[in-house]
């Protein structure tokens, strides 16, 4: 690595000028060898993802810059346009650069390489996008049966899916367990005994069977026998040569021939692909690496002596049983349904030469998080119906960026059913008012987002009626760490532009955590994705698993993918979306209560007590007076003297009918013949009201000879709220008030609403 890096460009004229790259760090630019490009199929001088380099080219020539794509990663000097400025930003992949010569005319073309930031970004690319084949493949299995797939292939129909196509392809091809394939039919070959006729001379024939006894006396082209042999006895002439039949092994078996027509139909693939490309694109050097690749094995002497199959025998125990050959035919059947899959969203991976490995990092957690919650919800999630639909060229995957694509199914457990569905870029609008879904300000759209609510209510009504939680992830493929990830020191607060604009990101992934939980609405957790060593414990919003905030390790691994962490995760949430007692599902009934009507017109602005320690639970409207009525001066004595109020507890007018105002009354206004405004406000005990008989009363001096035989008693208390002395309220104004006789009828009402009374 170094600073500064130097090349010659030779022009289509045969000229040959100079580049000059220079870098702000020595790290990220390298220059390797030409071996190694050719292994890499890359450009053999290499920059790296995030970081800004100077460019000088021959004096007289310049870059073109027109394209929208190009002008954000080339910036020409205005006084030279020789000179300039190369930002690659977060493009990985091979950056193909037109050169213009003084009359602003295409003279050449150079090719740089964009490295990724993470060092293992190649095999980590041909791993995912191997994976991404085998989902697709096995969705397409299930789409249409092979059996009734047309394998004849029109690669020239549209031009534009062609590298989308090779991609796909090479993926397969170009994998070490391909290889590895042909390595142990090539070491191992399956073959079979043959028969074989021919005529051998009689002298040379050591053993005689029937065929050849009957040929002894048969058989024309004779010799005679001589007098003193013993067979001269028998027979006078024996034939000269006689028909015999050996056994010998070959090579040339139904399934090796298969294997030599697999191997030529990929290198005719590979073929088509290199003829209709441009022979300085990337698509041209790596479809032309693959069949040579295929044309040197096919050229070794197992293949030789096997001729060209009659039949395709796809029903073979061999092919589908032993090593090596049943690789070969899942590739073969793979190849020739991938190569009909079209993917737009392959445009944001590879087009144009790019390596977009961050993209095809989020497109691969979508598969892999598919199969994670098929396993753990046991649903079928992947439904190739959903996933895979018809295009004019064939059949196209659904999965792009900014596409919405949601998966649903039901889980069953013994206590309860769940609709679980899992969205791909699902988008939460800002413009819907609560209580519909969304966000609280801005749109926002999280890579994934895990939707729970009952299954028997549409999430319509789960979200109005807050029994929807979602759960969202983010993919995040440059963070290594999550010291990285969240940062441990104050000043990364001044580093994080420099960091985001280079490609790390840090503090501002957990920030966009915290908006996903707090802007969209029913959020009960948002966690990033990222392909580190270590997984994060996740952090509790409250007591509980959700709502939360964390990162989890996902790597594309074949041996490990880091999803332990995850799968366990997830367990847990199964099992707190199994408890009905939840603290999440008592918040949510609360939020619920609290929003499902507009307030606009309970406005309290009085002086009130503060609701604070043991008086906690004093909100307003949710704080209930019992206005009571005391018959004579005496009563009313007796009322202070024993701190208790009776009510009538029957059917007789004037019993109290239980509600919850009535019952959960924290204060008792009391109120006497023609009294119209009063400020006789108790507190009540908070063990709530009891039943006495009348005897109990009359044992306590009650004044009265009332009929009733019980009363619903309540324990009060003069109160020391310093707010509410001095009080008085007029009860004409309350709703409930009745005049006349029924003016003695007890009710209930809201602290919130008595204090709109106050005189």
């Not at 030779?10 to 630019?29: F, K, T, Y």
């Not at 037109?98 to 150079?110: M, Q, T």
């Not at 919650?373 to 119906?385: C, G, N, V, Y």
Request: negative net charge; proline residues 4%; glycine residues 6%.
């Amino acid at each position: 690595m170094s600073l500064s890096e130097t090349i010659s460009i030779d022009l289509d004229d045969g000229e040959s000028i100079q580049l000059e790259i220079l870098a702000d760090h020595s790290e990220s630019l390298v220059k390797i060898s030409e071996a190694d490009a050719e292994i890499f199929l890359e450009a053999p001088l290499q920059l790296t993802e995030g970081f800004h380099y100077e460019y000088q080219l021959t004096n007289g020539f310049s870059f073109n810059n027109t394209d929208k794509h190009l002008s954000q990663i080339l910036s020409p000097s205005k006084k030279n346009p020789s000179n300039g400025r190369l930002s690659p930003n977060i493009y990985v992949g091979t950056l193909s650069l037109e050169i213009f010569d003084l009359e602003r005319k295409p003279c050449g073309s150079v090719d740089l390489e964009v490295r990724s930031i993470k060092t293992d970004y190649r095999e980590e690319y041909r791993f995912m996008l191997e994976e991404i084949t085998e989902k697709c493949t096995d969705l397409l299995m299930q789409y249409n049966s092979p059996v009734n797939q047309p394998f004849d292939l029109d690669h020239v129909k549209d031009q534009k899916t062609l590298y989308q196509r090779f991609a796909f392809l090479k993926s397969v091809l170009d994998s070490e367990e391909f290889w590895t394939a042909i390595h142990r039919i090539i070491t191992n070959p399956v073959t079979q005994w043959q028969k074989t006729e021919e005529k051998k001379d009689i002298r040379s024939v050591r053993r005689f069977d029937k065929k050849v006894i009957r040929q002894l006396a048969s058989s024309t082209n004779r010799v005679p026998v001589p007098a003193e042999h013993s067979l001269y006895n028998y027979m006078c002439s024996i034939p000269e040569k006689v028909r015999t039949h050996s056994k010998s092994e070959t090579l040339d078996t139904a399934e090796n021939r298969f294997i030599k027509y697999a191997l030529e139909t990929f290198k005719i693939l590979c073929s088509d692909f290199k003829s209709m490309s441009d022979e300085k694109t990337r698509l041209h050097r790596e479809s032309e690496f693959l069949e040579e690749k295929l044309e040197e094995t096919l050229s070794h002497s197992v293949f030789q002596e096997i001729s060209r199959p009659a039949t395709l025998p796809l029903n073979s125990p061999v092919l589908q049983r032993k090593e090596g050959y049943r690789e070969i035919l899942r590739v073969w059947l793979t190849l020739n349904l991938a190569a009909r899959l079209t993917w737009k969203g392959g445009e944001d991976v590879y087009e144009g030469g790019k390596r977009n490995v961050a993209t095809l990092y989020e497109y691969w957690l979508f598969f892999k998080l598919t199969d994670l919650l098929e396993d753990l919800f046991k649903i079928r999630a992947l439904d190739p119906e959903k996933m895979i639909g018809g295009t004019n060229d064939g059949l196209g995957l659904k999965l792009k960026q900014g596409k919405h694509l949601p998966l649903k199914g039901t889980f069953e457990t013994e206590g309860r059913r769940l609709h679980v569905q899992f969205s791909f870029n699902r988008t939460f609008s800002g413009d819907n008012e609560y209580p519909k879904g969304g966000s609280w300000t801005r749109s926002m759209r999280p890579d994934y987002t895990l939707s729970i609510w009952p299954e028997d209510i549409s999430e319509k009504v789960a979200e109005e009626q807050e029994l929807i939680a979602h759960i969202h992830f983010d993919a995040k493929y440059k963070v290594e760490s999550l010291s990285e990830l969240f940062g441990q020191k104050d000043e990364d607060l001044d580093e994080e532009n420099e960091y985001q604009n280079k490609g790390k990101y840090k503090r501002a992934d957990l920030l966009k955590m915290h908006s996903y939980r707090d802007a969209i609405r029913r959020t009960s957790g948002a966690y990033i994705l990222y392909p580190g060593k270590d997984s994060g414990k996740p952090w509790k919003g409250f007591h509980e698993l959700v709502p939360g905030l964390g990162a989890f390790t996902m790597k594309p691994n074949r041996d490990d993918d880091g999803s332990s962490d995850l799968r366990s995760f997830l367990k847990d949430v199964i099992q707190h979306f199994l408890n009905r007692t939840s603290q999440r599902e008592k918040y949510s009934y609360q939020t619920y209560k609290t929003f499902k009507s507009k307030s606009d017109n309970n406005i309290v602005n009085e002086s009130l007590p503060e609701p604070i320690g043991e008086n906690r639970d004093l909100i307003p409207d949710e704080t209930f007076v019992l206005v009571g009525f005391y018959k004579s001066e005496e009563h009313l004595n007796w009322i202070k003297r024993n701190e208790l109020y009776n009510a009538r507890a029957g059917t007789r007018r004037g019993s109290l009918r239980l509600s919850r105002g009535e019952t959960e009354a924290k204060f008792i206004l009391l109120h006497g013949n023609n009294e119209l405004k009063t400020g006789k406000l108790f507190l009540v005990n908070r063990k709530g009201p009891k039943i006495l008989s009348k005897k109990d009363l009359i044992d306590k001096d009650y004044p009265g000879d009332d009929d009733d035989k019980y009363y619903l008693v309540y324990d009060i208390q003069e109160h020391n709220f310093s707010e509410l002395n001095n009080l008085k309220f007029d009860l004409r104004k309350l709703i409930k008030y009745q005049t006349g006789r029924a003016s003695a009828l007890p009710f209930s009402v809201t602290l919130a609403d008595l204090i709109k009374t106050k005189v």
